[in-house]
C-alpha cells in the first residue's frame, strides 16, 4: 500500500524519495535528513499572488505562479502606493515619486502636508516586472499566458499542495463556488483616463477631490508632468445607493470642471475594488488573497498594500499548518483600520458635504497650529469628527 504513495526522482544530482500523504509532502533526501517540501500554485501575479510566490521560496516552497497575460499586462490602478500598515518594501524599479502634498477639494481647496506618510505614486508594471524576475531567479516557475479557467481549476487543486487565489476581483474561486454576486454591491465603483496636459502645478502632489452630487471622490493622481490618471470612484452600497450608469459621465464633469477636458486621452479603464473581506477565505486547498479576498479600503478603494499583506499571511499560514485562523489573523490587523474608515465614511455620509469641508478647513489650521477656528462654532458632533480625522490622518503619517 505504501508503494501506491511513493515516488522516487532523480533532480539536480539528487536522489529524492517522495512519500505523498493527505495535504502535504513529506521528501526525503537519500543520506539527507527527513524534510517538510510544500508545492503551492500562485493564480495570478498581481500585488497578493507576486507576494505569496516571494513568501513561498522563502519558506523554501515548490511554488508555481500563473498569469493569464504577461506580468503587469492587465494593470488597472492609479498607482498611488499608500502604506500606512508599513508592510511593504520600496520597489527598486517602478518608483515614481514620494507624494509630498495632497490638494483636497470640497468646494474650496485645502492642501494637506503628506511628507510624514508613506505614499508613493509606481509604475507598477515596472515593480511587479522587476519583482517576477526576482522570483524566477530564485527558482519561482513562473508561467505567463496561464489562464485558469473552471476547468483546469480542479486539476490544478489536485496537482499542488495548496492553491493561492490571487486572480482579483471576481475571483476564479468565485465562479467555481458560485460567490461571485458577492463582490459587486460591496465594492467600490472606479472609472479612470489616462490624460496628457499640464500637471507641472502639482509636481510631487496628488488631487483628490469630493462632491455634492455623489458619494465617492475624484482623483487626479500624476506620473510626470505630463501625464496622470484621473478617476472617479464611487462608495459601495453598503454606504448608501448608486447609479453607476452614470460613472463615465461624472468623471466627464469632474474633468471639465478641473479644465482637463483639452487633454489628450492615453487609455480608459475602470473597474470594482472589493472593500468587504468575503466571509469565507479558504475553500479546501484554495485561499483567496488580495482583492480576492475583498481587502480593498473601504474609503479610497487602494488595495495593492493589502493584497501584498494577505498573499503573504496566506504562506505563512500554511507554513504553519494554520490556515484556519488565516481570516482572523488579517482582521487582527486590518479590522482596526477598517474600522476606522467605516467610521469616517458614515460620518461623511451622514454629515453632508459643507460639514466636510469645515472639517477639512479646521483639521488643516489645526495641523498648521493656527487653532480651530474654521470648526467654530463647536458641537460634540463636529468634535468628534475632528478626532476621527485626526485619529486617522496622524495614524497614516500625515502631519
Ligand atoms: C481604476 C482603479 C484604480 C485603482 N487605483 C489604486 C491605487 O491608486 N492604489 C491602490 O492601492 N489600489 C488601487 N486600486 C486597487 C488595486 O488595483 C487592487 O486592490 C490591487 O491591484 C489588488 O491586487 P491583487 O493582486 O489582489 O489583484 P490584481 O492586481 O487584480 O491582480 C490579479 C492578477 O491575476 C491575473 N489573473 C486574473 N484572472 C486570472 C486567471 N483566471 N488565471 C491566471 N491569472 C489571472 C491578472 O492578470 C492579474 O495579474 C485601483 C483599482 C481600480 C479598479
Redesign the pocket.
Known sequence: MLQNVLELSYKGGRLSCTYRLPGDVIKKRAGGLLQMKQKIAV???????LAAALEGVRRGMEVTL????EVG??????????DPLRVLDLPEEGLRFKVESICFRAGKEYELDTRGMRLWITDRRAWQRQMAEELVRQGVDLREG????RSNYTSLRREYDWVID???VPA?TSYVHGFHDFYLPHSLA?A?YIIKDDFSHLREGIKVGLSQEYRGYFWI?PQDDTTASV?IAYLSEDYGPRELNDIWARLEQEIDGEGLSGGGILAR?????PAKMLPRLVWDNVIL????AGL?SPLH?????T?FLSGREAVAAIARGRTENYRKRLWEILGPRFGLEDQLIRYWVSSGFHEVERLLAGVKSFCRGEGIGPLLPLSRDLLQKGYHFLRYWRKLGGS
Not at 493564480?43 to 499572488?49: D, E, L, M, R, T
Not at 496561464?146 to 479557467?149: A, D, F, H, N, V
Not at 478603494?301 to 498594500?305: A, F
Open positions: 493564480i495570478g501575479a498581481g500585488p497578493a499572488g500563473l498569469e493569464k497575460g499586462e492587465f494593470i488597472r490602478c492609479a498607482e498611488g502606493y499608500i496561464w489562464r485558469i479557467t490571487g486572480s482579483g476564479v472606479a479612470q493622481f478617476g479603464s475602470g473597474g470594482l475594488c488573497a488580495g482583492d480576492a480593498a478603494g487602494g488595495g495593492i498594500d493584497a
